[in-house]
Nanobody
């Protein structure tokens, strides 16, 4: 089992940048693929980005491709989401997730997954 704590959210103007962090507990962090998801008010949680256990493979939602970058530091048990060129439609609560399967992070709708571990979320607000 792994416990996740997100940080780094906040309010930023459109065009600005934020970096989210997700710190994981436990000694098995490097055995998990990691992902970021988001949920805006009145909408379902949606996939944003995923990274495999080594950091050698990444996958992005089309809506963030070219603007967001996911990375991880296994020595620090931390995964990051660098968000650039932010838009008002990026406003959401951002959640970190862990799963033993990299593909499951982006293939399985988050509402259908029984294998993801979730953090508590961090709010990102982008003003126009």
């Amino acid at each position: 089992q792994v416990q996740l704590v997100e940080s780094g959210g906040g309010r930023v103007q459109a065009g600005g940048s934020l970096r989210l962090s997700c710190a994981a507990s436990g000694r098995t962090f490097s055995s998990y693929a990691m992902g970021w998801f988001r949920q805006a008010p009145g909408t379902e949680r949606e996939f944003v980005a995923a990274i495999n256990w080594s950091g050698g493979s990444t996958y992005y939602a089309d809506s963030v491709k070219g603007r967001f970058t996911i990375s991880r530091d296994n020595a620090k048990n931390t995964v990051y989401l660098q968000m650039n060129s932010l838009k008002p439609e990026d406003t959401a609560v951002y959640y970190c997730a862990a799963d033993r399967s990299y593909e499951r992070l982006y293939r399985v709708p988050p509402g259908d997954s029984t294998s993801h571990y979730w953090g508590q979320g961090t709010q990102v607000t982008v003003s126009s």
